[in-house]
């Protein structure tokens, strides 16, 4: 919006890190089928942060889990790093998630007996991968944690424990981070201090980071706002104003 992107991004590209082509997710069968998605087309800008909002139900967070390789397509394609997750199996997406995309959640889903520098390691252990000092001391710092490394996540306040989150997504260096209701669990003080801090992470890293969000100030951070209603896409808005946000929450998509 806006107020909160006044600077362009220095890292600024016109590369896609994502992207959907006729893009559908039916649940169930005949009677009883439920249409989550119908047809999405979307690309997803590189080095942007991006927010997917809609009403509850409308398939924010299924388009998501689709785009990050989480759920399978019905129909349709899906393009991510500029690799089609269709031709994937289940070994193949687990590799690829783990080598190009970074999530984080609402809950934190931190491991408790491991301090936070542990944490932010561990998917770079588990990948048997090299530790980058000096990217990991950058994340940390931009992150505004370096203090609090060696805590246990229960030391930590719910927006630490949520940068901490954060910091293990980006030190893997992926190609695009999703973020599913990064600040559902905190107060708007908290709330506030991670979107800034995710947002610092899209203009100092360059990283790509979409989030599904149900607030309108937590929107008020990002570049690109996708609106979802009924499964299909009803806005694409870059930089877009409240009013005009709002509109776009109210309209429903014109068939
Ligand atoms: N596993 C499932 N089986 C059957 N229906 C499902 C399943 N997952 C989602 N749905 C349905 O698909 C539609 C889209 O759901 P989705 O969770 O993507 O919406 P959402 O916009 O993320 O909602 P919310 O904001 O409430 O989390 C809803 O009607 C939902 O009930």
Same mark, same amino acid.
């Given at each position: 919006m806006t107020t909160a992107t006044t600077t362009p991004a220095p890292?600024? *590209? *016109?590369?896609?890190?994502?992207?959907?082509r006729d893009l559908t997710? *039916?649940? /169930?069968? +005949?009677? +009883?089928? =439920?249409? $989550? !998605?119908? #047809?999405?087309?979307?690309? %997803?800008?590189?080095?942007?942060?991006?927010a997917i909002m809609g009403p509850s139900g409308s398939g924010k967070s299924t388009l998501m889990h689709c785009l990050a #390789? !989480?759920?399978?397509? *019905?129909? +349709?394609?899906?393009?991510?790093? @500029?690799?089609? !997750?269709? @031709?994937?199996?289940?070994?193949?997406?687990t590799l690829f998630r783990r080598q190009h995309i970074g999530f984080v959640?609402?809950?934190f889903n931190l491991l408790p007996m491991l301090t936070a520098g542990q944490n932010i390691l561990l998917p770079l252990e588990l990948a048997g991968r090299r530790v980058d000092r000096g990217r990991?001391?950058? =994340?940390? +710092? %931009?992150? /505004? %944690? $370096?203090?609090?490394? /060696?805590?246990?996540?229960?030391?930590?306040? /719910? #927006?630490q424990q949520q940068r901490v989150a954060i910091?293990?997504?980006l030190v893997t260096q992926p190609d695009i981070v999703f973020a599913d209701e990064p600040t559902g669990n905190l107060d708007?003080?908290?709330?506030?201090?991670?979107?800034?801090? !995710?947002?610092?992470s899209v203009r100092e890293l360059g990283m790509t980071v979409v989030m599904v969000t149900h607030e309108l100030d937590a929107a008020a951070y990002a570049d690109d706002v996708v609106v979802i209603h009924d499964g299909a896409i009803s806005a694409h808005l870059t930089d877009p104003g409240q009013d005009e946000l709002v509109a776009a929450l109210r309209r429903k998509v014109v068939a």
């Open positions: 890292n600024e *590209t *016109t590369g896609t890190a994502a992207s959907a997710r *039916t649940y /169930g069968r +005949g009677d +009883g089928a =439920v249409h $989550a !998605l119908r #047809g999405v087309d979307l690309d %997803i800008r590189q080095g942007r942060f991006t #390789g !989480l759920d399978a397509a *019905t129909s +349709g394609s899906i393009t991510v790093a @500029g690799r089609d !997750l269709a @031709g994937m199996d289940d070994t193949a997406l959640f609402q809950a990991y001391e950058h =994340v940390v +710092g %931009i992150l /505004g %944690i $370096a203090d609090r490394l /060696g805590h246990l996540p229960s030391e930590l306040s /719910g #927006g910091a293990r997504a708007s003080e908290a709330s506030a201090e991670v979107l800034g801090h !995710l947002r610092r």
